[in-house]
T-cell receptor, first 115, second 112 residues
């Protein structure tokens, strides 16, 4: 597609429910990233996928968080048993990774509110 | 802890003035990038400077990089109301180079 597409744009859920956030990267982009941004804060790295390599999951805050990517296509971020502190904007980005010139294109984000 | 830290956290200036934001980081890097974010949504890439470069220009943007001090600055000249946004630096560390790490950002407000 022309850009990185994320859905849903807004999600309100009750504490304890599971949520799935979807990211459609730019076609041909080999790398895909998930970040979390709490209100007024910076971007917190969650997970990174690059081609067929094992993903870098070092930023996932707990085992309630998981993510999958189908080949070099769609990615889904799943949060199980949501907590109020999970409320944030979840940003997805993709890139055609090149050494020393890895420029990210971001989606508009999915705003998650946990009541 | 975050690799990049921006300074100041917030900056408010009059339209037409220049705005300068700073970024410090901790480890050796391949490159440093600046991004802009409007209204808490997606970020847009502004400029990339490699570790062997000291200064780079793009339109009204000027970026400097001092690897000895592990710091960078972003200068926006002749600011406009439309420049109001949050600005983030992101570093591409030599180790774990595939993971871009972002700072906390500078919130810039341009007053008409």
């Amino acid at each position: 597609g022309a850009g990185v597409s994320q859905s849903p744009s807004n999600k309100v859920t009750e504490k304890g429910k599971d949520v799935e956030l979807r990211c459609d990267p730019i076609s041909g982009h080999t790398a895909l990233y998930w970040y979390r941004q709490r209100l007024g804060q910076g971007l917190e790295f969650l997970i990174y996928f690059q081609g067929n390599s094992a993903p870098d999951k070092s930023g996932l805050p707990s085992d309630r968080f998981s993510a999958e990517r189908t080949g070099e296509s769609v990615s889904t971020l799943t949060i199980q048993r949501t907590q109020q502190e999970d409320s944030a904007v979840y940003l997805c980005a993709s890139s055609f990774w090149r050494p020393g010139a890895n420029v990210l294109t971001f989606g508009a984000g999915s705003r998650l509110t946990v009541l | 802890s975050q690799q990049g830290e921006e300074d100041p956290q917030a900056l408010s200036i009059q339209e037409g003035e220049n705005a300068t934001m700073n970024c410090s980081y901790k480890t050796s890097i391949n490159n440093l990038q600046w991004y802009r974010q409007n209204s808490g949504r997606g970020l847009v890439h502004l400029i990339l400077i490699r570790s062997n470069e000291r200064e780079k220009h793009s339109g009204r943007l000027r970026v400097t990089l001092d690897t000895s001090k592990k710091s960078s600055s972003l200068l926006i000249t002749a600011s406009r109301a439309a420049d109001t946004a949050s600005y983030f630096c992101a570093t591409d560390a030599i180790q774990g180079a595939q993971k871009l790490v972002f700072g906390q950002g500078t919130r810039l407000t341009i007053n008409p």
